[in-house]
């Protein structure tokens, strides 16, 4: 019963990782699948002890949250790179949300659409914040294609550490 409960978590988590390319929350799918399954067993759901031990569950949320925080602030901190100002930091986090969205409308392709949207509406309020607040055309365009690049930076980081939380709770669930 154990490897069954193993494989089908293993598998659902691959399908929250896919939905980390769209932009979607699915490192904190994966968290809260693994530690559902790590309760269920603590409460005599299953036999044969935790599959999960404290340690690994607390490595996960930590990647899960450090995953999160890079994605979210790596636009910003390509703008600021590429010579943005506050404000346009500021721009290219709001345009990030507002861009996943329209983006993942507008481009119904899975994928393509979030993340064009993401990174394009991190480039866009960047530059248009840039803008607004008195600088000049090239300084702003400089820094809102730094924040769309930064944006891509963090979406990959992120997938790569939701990459590191599927391995390490693939081997936990085998191999206790």
């Not at 309760?39 to 607390?58: H, K, R, T």
């Not at 996960?60 to 790179?81: D, H, N, R, T, W």
């Amino acid at each position: 019963m154990v490897y069954v409960l193993a494989t089908a978590l293993i598998l659902l988590n691959a399908l929250w990782l896919f939905l980390v390319v769209l932009g979607l929350p699915g490192t904190w799918l994966m968290v809260v699948s693994t530690l559902l399954l790590a309760w269920w067993q603590l409460d005599g759901g299953a036999a044969g002890g935790p599959m999960f031990s404290g340690v690994v569950l607390i490595v996960i949320v930590a990647l899960a949250l450090a995953g999160e925080l890079l994605e979210l602030f790596a636009g910003a901190a390509g703008s600021k790179q590429a010579g943005g100002s506050r404000r346009g930091a500021v721009g290219a986090l709001i345009g990030a949300l507002i861009g996943g969205i329209v983006g993942t409308i507008v481009i119904p392709i899975v994928v393509v659409g979030s993340l064009v949207g993401t990174c394009g509406g991190a480039a866009i309020g960047a530059w248009a914040l840039e803008l607004q607040s008195g600088r000049e055309m090239r300084p702003s365009l400089k820094a809102g294609l730094g924040a769309g690049v930064g944006r891509l930076a963090g979406t990959v980081a992120k997938l790569i550490l939701g990459i590191g939380i599927w391995l390490i709770v693939a081997v936990a669930a085998f191999w206790p």
